[in-house]
Structures are given as structure tokens and as C-alpha cells.
């Protein structure tokens, strides 16, 4: 099946900072998804982006399709940005099974 | 829109009991799914729904699981002879299912810990 591999594992930002994930993905997929799941486990859905480049406010991200790969930048970091970031894509062929990578665990400190 | 909801939202029960889950998706979406979730990993797949028919299940399912939504409403995930391995957040999402993968919106889960 289809891997997803997310990086960094883990990081900690002063309040402010900037960052970039990373997620990269094994094939070929038609949709991509990037989450936050806050410290009391609800995942909100940020972005649903197979391609190009999309902005919410101090979020964006970015996926290149035929290079494999999508980025989730966070501007000027806040401490309610904490916790695990996932991305997930559908695995294809018909599949509406969302294969999910491990996660970036965001640890944002005053 | 008042978001998918979950309920119980925490249970504990013990090595063999039964357990039953309850989801109520967003109310235009026909798709609904259930994942689950263990402690430092990301969700893994277990089963989706268009309207009242379970078009995929994971090999994850194993035959104590059992899924249904039988008006293509709300949905329940069933365990029986609960394990200890079974403990995990059991999270449910759904989507609008007008055409190919789109956007999946996520309920609070409901923790389940087996003793």
C-alpha cells in the first residue's frame, strides 16, 4: 500500500517562530490532507490540497503532486498551534481508505 | 452545521464485554467512516459507508467488529469480546460524497480502554 512519511518527528518552537513540514508519499495519489489534532485528540481538517498552493491565514501549504511531497508552513507560531500535524491521501484506485503518516508533534512554549 | 459527533465519548469495560459506539455525521454527507487510533500513531482505517452500504473494510476489521448504518444516518461500531488490544480512540468522520475523495471531517472520538 501506499507509505507516507512525515518530518520532522517532533519540534519546539519559541512562540513566534516560523516552521515547515514535511510529508512525502510513495505514489502517485489524487488528494492530500493535512490535519491538526489538538492535545484533547479532535482533528481539524486544515487543508484538502492535491496540488498547488493554498493559504489560511497563518497556515498554508503546498503539495507538488509529481514530485511526491507536501509542505504545511506555519507563520508566526502561537502556543494553540501545539500538537501532532498529520497528512493523509487516499490510497487511489477506487479506495476511499485515507492512509494517514505519523505525524509532526508541535510543541509551541512562551 | 453542527459537526459529526460521538458518543460515549470515554468507556471502560472489561477483557470480553460487548461495546457499542455511536456516530451522528454531518447532516447532508453520505459518506461516513470510522477509524482508530493508538497512542502516538496516526489514525488507521477501518471501515466507509455511502449512505447505508459498507463499500470497504480493512483487514484491521476482524469478524469481533461489526459496523452498521442502516439509513445512511448515524452509524455504530460494535466489538465483541472486547480485548486488551482493542483499547484505542475510535474516531468517526464523514464527507459530502458527491464524487471522488474529497475532504473528511472528524468527530472527538470516543476512548475506549479495556481492563
Known amino acids: 500500500g501506499i507509505q507516507v512519511e512525515q518530518s520532522p518527528p517532533d519540534l519546539i518552537l519559541q512562540e513566534g517562530a516560523n516552521s515547515t513540514l514535511r510529508c512525502n508519499f510513495s505514489?502517485?495519489?489524487?488528494?492530500l490532507q493535512w490535519f491538526h489534532q489538538n492535545p484533547w485528540g479532535q482533528l481539524i481538517n486544515l487543508f484538502y490540497i492535491p496540488s498547488g498552493t493554498k493559504q489560511n491565514g497563518r497556515l498554508s501549504a503546498t503539495t507538488v503532486a509529481t514530485e511526491r511531497y507536501s509542505l504545511l508552513y506555519i507563520s508566526s507560531s502561537q502556543t494553540t498551534d501545539s500538537g501532532v500535524y498529520f497528512c493523509a491521501v487516499f490510497s487511489g484506485a477506487g479506495s476511499y481508505q485515507l492512509t494517514f503518516g505519523k505525524g509532526t508533534k508541535l510543541s509551541v512554549i512562551p | 452545521d453542527t459537526g459529526v459527533s460521538q458518543n460515549p465519548r470515554h468507556k471502560i469495560t472489561k477483557r470480553g464485554q460487548n461495546v457499542t459506539f455511536r456516530c451522528d455525521p454531518i447532516?447532508?454527507?453520505?459518506?461516513l467512516y470510522w477509524y482508530r487510533q493508538t497512542l502516538g500513531q496516526g489514525p488507521e482505517f477501518l471501515t466507509y459507508f455511502q449512505n447505508e452500504a459498507q463499500l470497504e473494510k480493512s483487514r484491521l476489521l476482524s469478524d469481533r467488529f461489526s459496523a452498521e448504518r442502516p439509513k445512511g444516518s448515524f452509524s455504530t461500531l460494535e466489538i465483541q469480546r472486547t480485548e486488551q488490544g482493542d483499547s484505542a480512540m475510535y474516531l468517526c468522520a464523514s464527507s459530502i460524497g458527491l464524487g471522488g475523495p474529497e475532504k473528511l471531517f472528524f468527530g472527538s472520538g470516543t476512548q475506549l480502554s479495556v481492563l
Open positions: 505514489d502517485s495519489v489524487n488528494n
Open positions: 447532516s447532508e454527507h453520505n459518506r
